[in-house]
Every structure is written in structure tokens, then in C-alpha cells.
């Protein structure tokens, strides 16, 4: 089976703190994904790995950053975390380019800012 | 601003009936659409998925109808149980492999 896993289920932090969001994999895929999903817009991309060290910006990748030291780890960062970041966070991972792409999601991460 | 619109938003129906949800896109430029299911505290799992050149796919009690001169598709499912009830999204891929997502319906089937 397949494995997304997310560091946390529930995140407590306060305006300005530097929050990290942790997530792995265990089926060796090549493309990982941060996600934010909010009541009434579903899923929106925030940033997309389809290597080590490789990123790029989602549709709303504005007060996020994300690092990928390794194939098997994607983290998101909040660099100074804000109120209207309170939200559920989805991490997903997918085989590379030119395959069907079917996105496996881990269980998500609620964060609330303070 | 979203780029693949869905409804409805919620809808209740009895066991044994028939849901559906639709969507619709612009970008003549997505060449894959997934339905998503997600129940609560879960991450959503991929149901099925139809490519643009198939109409209509079958899989159990879901079926997927897909209308590419209307860039419409939809979600049926058959003889709704209350193990259905969860939040589906429709999406649809870019040719960067990107997906775009609906915004979800929230289905309520009652026994």
C-alpha cells in the first residue's frame, strides 16, 4: 500500500512563529505536492516537487516556501505564519511525468494560526 | 479563481437512490478527469477517472458522464448506501500534470 504520511494531525501556532509541515513517502514517487484545502474552494496547489531540489510555484504559493532534501520528504514552510493560514494542509504524491499521475494524499494536517 | 466549477454543494439523498454531481471547466487543455472521494479525517482517494475521448465509464456503482462539447462530466452514484457518505471532488489535469480541483460536494446518504 501506499504511504503518505504528514509529521502532525493538529498544529497550534501563533501570528509570526516559523511552522514547518513535515510530509513523507514511502512509494519511491518523483512528484510531491502541498496542498491547502478551505470549506467552498477544495484543493488549491501551493507547491509542486518533481525532483529532489527541484520546486515549483502552485496557484498560491504567496507567504510559503518548501524544501525537498530528499526524494522521500516534502516540507512546507509557513515562514512567519499569518491568521488567514489557518487551514487544512494535504500533502500528495504521484509517479513522474508521461504516467497517469494518480495523487495519493496523506491524511492532512489542521493548522491553526492564533 | 476556479478553474473547474462543481455542484452542488451538499446534497442528501435515501439509501437505495441515485446522486450526482456535476462540473465544468474552460481549459480545452485538460486531458484527464479524476473523481476524488474523501471521508472525514482522511486524505481524498482517488474513485475513477475518464480521459476526454470516452463518454461514459462504469466502475460498481459509480459512473462518470463525459460531455467534451459542453466541457461538462458528472458523478452518478447508483443505489446510494451510507458507507457513500463522504466529500467528492471532481478535478481535472493540466498538460503540466497539475491538477485543478473542484470545490467538493458534501453527500449525505440516510438509511
Known amino acids: 500500500d501506499v504511504k503518505v504520511t504528514q509529521s502532525s494531525r493538529y498544529l497550534v501556532k501563533r501570528t509570526g512563529e516559523k511552522v514547518f509541515l513535515e510530509c513523507v513517502q514511502d512509494m519511491d514517487h518523483e512528484n510531491m505536492f502541498w496542498y491547502r484545502q478551505d470549506p467552498g474552494l477544495g484543493l488549491r496547489l501551493i507547491y509542486f516537487?518533481?525532483?529532489?531540489?527541484?520546486?515549483e510555484k502552485g496557484d498560491i504559493p504567496e507567504g510559503y516556501s518548501v524544501s525537498r532534501e530528499k526524494k522521500e520528504r516534502f516540507s512546507l514552510i509557513l515562514e512567519s505564519a499569518s491568521t488567514n493560514q489557518t487551514s487544512m494542509y494535504l500533502c500528495?504524491?504521484?509517479?513522474?511525468?508521461?504516467?497517469?499521475?494518480?495523487?495519493?494524499f496523506g491524511p492532512g494536517t489542521r493548522l491553526t494560526v492564533l | 479563481q476556479q478553474q473547474v466549477k462543481q455542484s452542488p454543494q451538499s446534497l442528501i439523498v435515501q439509501k437505495g437512490g441515485i446522486s450526482i454531481i456535476n462540473c465544468a471547466y474552460e481549459n480545452t487543455a485538460f486531458d484527464y478527469f479524476p473523481w476524488y472521494q474523501q471521508f472525514p479525517g482522511k486524505g481524498p482517494a482517488l474513485l475513477i477517472a475518464?480521459?476526454?475521448?470516452?463518454s461514459e465509464k462504469k466502475e460498481g456503482r459509480f459512473t462518470i458522464s463525459f460531455n467534451k462539447s459542453a466541457k461538462q462530466f458528472s458523478l452518478h452514484i447508483m443505489d446510494s448506501q451510507p458507507g457513500d457518505s463522504a466529500t467528492y471532488f471532481c478535478?481535472?489535469?493540466?498538460?503540466?500534470?497539475?491538477?485543478?480541483f473542484g470545490a467538493g460536494t458534501t453527500v449525505t446518504v440516510r438509511a
Open positions: 500528495a504524491s504521484s509517479l513522474g511525468a508521461g504516467r497517469r499521475g494518480e495523487q495519493f
Open positions: 475518464i480521459r476526454p475521448d470516452v
Open positions: 478535478a481535472a489535469r493540466r498538460r503540466d500534470y497539475k491538477l485543478s
Open positions: 516537487s518533481y525532483d529532489v531540489k527541484m520546486k
